[in-house]
């Protein structure tokens, strides 16, 4: 098969970018999906914005006829254990969703097919190569176990937060944190608290909950917390993790009338980036790109957004422009950092927990002093361990911070070479969090 752009992944942020592409001109798009048919998704809130993005893909219309739920805004006890309200009618000008995630993601795919991408689900991409004319030579397996060759011109990284194709090139993901969701999907009978079209939030000392409403006479009841504090309160245990839900205040009235889980799904919800999200002829988009996290409800609207995008880069570098795909990256980069300082906004107005980790993790707690002075000493065991580090900067940012180590100086100096250095539009908090980072694994002194 021979296509113009090959897109891996038929979540939201593929289709959408064929969507985006075919509204522009007449591509041949493949879309190449590994499941065989639509999975249980989380991700169900739609806050209004994602209208216009949804307007501006032309499938507006067709959405409004699917019939997902209204959302009015969010219920949060959030700085505080009274609940406020945030009425999406009022702060952003109309109402948003509560989605059937995988019918949501399945009407999105139909509509790319309806506009001419084909689509194939039961399709994996395991493996890429360069043919000698430049092009992608993408492997594809096949639901019944067959390989066959794909070449493409331009490869799209749609494959969510596992960005396989961008690792493929060698960019790698820099996470942020460890956030999990554990989610448990209830039927809504009996429960008075469940007329509500609002999202439940409620923030806790260890981390906060959501319930929303599903289709289908559902409601599901999430738990976000770190990795590590869900080991050491064993909150992945159903019966724990009914216990922390019955002891918050708002939330656990809507157990009343609904037995206990007896399962609960653990998703990943870490916010992290590409340290390179295009290349020579390829680009990712949506979770591949960049991972939000679920607090801001944005997901799907940054998929959405990423995927036009996209579809302007790739018509920009067909119209010539040779740097399209770097200043690709730059935007992407740019809008994560913006998102960055936003997530610290939000968690910094909870402030009934000061000495919890999850809370002082995402509030700009600091603990390195500006005079505090700083040393690296190269050594074959410090190499290995900065090799391992994945968090908060790329390696490449890291290894500029020891070096900057390597004369001994106080922290504040580190953190202004290392923005002069840079030429990026980094805050310095964001410097100084990876070097508290180096500091806590022992790969550069703090004394
Ligand atoms: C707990 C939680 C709650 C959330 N709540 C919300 C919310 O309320 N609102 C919101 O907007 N967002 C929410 N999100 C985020 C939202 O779900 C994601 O941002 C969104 O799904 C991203 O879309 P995507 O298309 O980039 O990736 P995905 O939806 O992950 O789609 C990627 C697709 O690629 C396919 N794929 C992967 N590898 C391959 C391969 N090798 N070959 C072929 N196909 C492949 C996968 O099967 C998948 O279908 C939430 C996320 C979590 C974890």
Redesign the pocket.
Known sequence: MELDIAI???????AATALALLNQGNWRIGI????TQPVF??????PPSNQFLLAQLGVLDSFKQEGHLPSLGNASAWGEKTLAFNDFWTSMGGQGWHLD?SRF?TWLLGEAAKRGAIVMRG????GCARTPNGDWNLRVKHQEGNVTQVNASIVVD?????S?FAHWQGSRSIRMDSLL?L?AVFPVDGSEALTTHYTLIEAVEFGWWYA?RLPKNQVII?L?CDRDLVHQYGLSRPKNWTTALQQTDHVQRLLKGITNPTKLQV???FSQYLDQTSGENWLA????AC??D?LS???????LDSAIQAADTIKKFQDGQDNAFSSYHLQTELQFESYLEQRRQYYSQEIRWPLSPFWQRRQGYLTLSPKTILSFQSSSQVTTRLKRLDKYFSSKDLYLLCQLCQISKPASEVVREFLRQTHRKLSAYRTIEALQYLSDKQVIHAA
């Open positions: 891996i992944g038929g979540g939201p942020a593929g190449f999906e590994k499941s998704r989380v991700g169900e809130s739609l995630r993601d399709r994996q991409v395991v749609a494959s969510g937060s596992r396989i969701g989610a929303a999430t976000m998703f990943p919800a988009v949506g979770d591949a991972k939000f679920p409800s944005s997901g799907i609207y940054r998929a």
